[in-house]
């Protein structure tokens, strides 16, 4: 399943250099530092011991999201995230996050957080799924939040 041929417009934003993580725009979104963010992410990979061959973000609104949920997870609610591996198992990764713009500013107003701060945590929360990170019970979801503070931390301190 590759679901980037379902786009029909994007903003393509690579570095001047080869880049294994990129970033797609639907919906309009400010992500400054994009080396240095691809970088961080790069590295919480490799830390976790995932090798990269390619990882694509698209920011797209609720709707787009909610249409993704139903389609392939069979999903009839709004959420910010999902994310898709579509790497053959033992192979280096190759995966597609989809984040809701709209979800993560709603998300940011009700737990008090900065737009920056809380699209952060979710670009993370999807690297760290990819790195075996799970969220289904309240003892995984504690480990999770953990390490998204502790990515979060680290890069939006530099």
């Known amino acids: 399943m590759v679901l980037s041929a379902l786009f029909t417009k994007f903003e393509i934003m690579i570095s001047a250099t080869e880049s294994r993580i990129n970033f797609f725009f639907e919906t309009p979104v400010t992500l400054r530092d994009r080396v240095k963010l691809k970088k961080a992410l790069f590295n919480t990979l490799k830390k976790?011991?995932?090798?990269?061959?390619?990882?694509?973000?698209?920011?797209?609104?609720?709707?787009?999201?909610?249409?993704?949920?139903?389609?392939?997870?069979?999903?009839?609610?709004?959420?910010?995230i999902i994310s898709f591996e579509l790497s053959i198992?033992?192979?280096?990764?190759?995966?597609?996050?989809?984040?809701?713009?709209?979800?993560?500013?709603?998300?940011?107003?009700?737990?008090?957080?900065?737009?920056?701060?809380e699209l952060h945590r979710v670009i993370v929360h999807g690297?760290?799924?990819?790195?075996?990170?799970?969220?289904?019970?309240s003892a995984e979801e504690k480990e999770m939040r953990a390490a998204e503070e502790k990515f979060l931390a680290s890069y939006l301190r530099k």
């Open 48 to 80: 976790n011991g995932r090798q990269v061959e390619s990882l694509n973000y698209i920011f797209c609104t609720d709707e787009r999201l909610l249409e993704i949920n139903r389609q392939y997870l069979q999903h009839d609610y709004y959420t910010d």
């Open 89 to 117: 198992p033992s192979q280096p990764l190759v995966g597609e996050i989809y984040i809701s713009i709209d979800r993560v500013r709603d998300n940011a107003k009700q737990h008090n957080q900065t737009i920056t701060r």
């Open 127 to 137: 690297v760290l799924h990819f790195c075996g990170f799970k969220d289904k019970t």
